[in-house]
Antibody
Framework: EVQLVESGGGLVQPGGSLRLSCAAS????????MHWVRQAPGKGLVWVSR????????TYADSVKGRFTISRDNAKNTLYLQMNSLRAEDTAVYYC?????????WGQGTLVTVSS | DIQMTQSPSSLSASVGDRVTITCRAS??????LAWYQQKPGKVPKLLIY???TLQSGVPSRFSGSGSGTDFTLTISSLQPEDVATYYC?????????FGQGTKLEIK
């Protein structure tokens, strides 16, 4: 069974940093591209970032470019999102999702709250 | 960047009704379009990919069509469990933009 489990969310002050993790199981993690998608409270889905299967290529939404870094450790079956210079508008549930054409499996999400 | 615009933003229909949601891309995206369903408090679920291919396990009352810039998601006979917000997403290249969502309620 495919499972994606996010962790690392929490309360952080504006300007602070946080690293999210997404532990994958039930499939050959190293064969799949992965995405991060976020959803602010009561709002819609917003794509954040994508990484290729070997980690050689990454891309970001303009709103997070230069502040967020996506990475992966295929030996640990884990996806990461390093978030720096956090702003109030980054407050959201962050989902990791597997790419199989579209996003076919999603994690349960981890809540990031940026507030003083 | 290509924008994805859904209509309507919200919709109220009766059980058994045929429901149609539209998604328009600001530029052509061929058939690289997916639809997701997000029930209240739940994780998004893939319904349709490649514009018209039903994901395994999704009820056949859901269907998708379109290509290029105009796409539709149709529910042939609305059921109470279909109450959710529906999102389209372009899947061909970054940015992988979502539509703003269509909230579907039962009348």
């Amino acid at each position: 069974e495919v499972q994606l489990v996010e962790s690392g969310g929490g309360l952080v002050q504006p300007g602070g940093s946080l690293r999210l993790s997404c532990a994958a199981s039930g499939f050959t993690f190293s064969s799949y591209w992965m995405h991060w998608v976020r959803q602010a409270p009561g709002k819609g889905l917003v794509w954040v970032s994508r990484i290729t299967s070997d980690g050689s290529s990454t891309t970001y939404a303009d709103s997070v470019k230069g502040r967020f870094t996506i990475s992966r450790d295929n030996a640990k079956n884990t996806l990461y999102l390093q978030m720096n210079s956090l702003r109030a508008e980054d407050t959201a549930v962050y989902y990791c999702a597997r790419v199989n054409g579209p996003l076919d499996y999603w994690g349960q999400g981890t809540l990031v709250t940026v507030s003083s | 960047d290509i924008q994805m615009t859904q209509s309507p933003s919200s919709l109220s229909a009766s059980v058994g009704d045929r429901v149609t949601i539209t998604c328009r891309a600001s530029q052509g995206i061929s058939n690289y379009l997916a639809w997701y369903q997000q029930k209240p408090g739940k994780v998004p679920k893939l319904l349709i990919y490649a514009a018209s291919t039903l994901q395994s396990g999704v009820p056949s009352r859901f269907s998708g069509s379109g290509s290029g810039t105009d796409f539709t998601l149709t529910i042939s006979s609305l059921q109470p469990e279909d109450v959710a917000t529906y999102y389209c997403q372009k899947c061909n290249s970054a940015p992988y933009t979502f539509g703003q969502g269509t909230k579907l309620e039962i009348k």
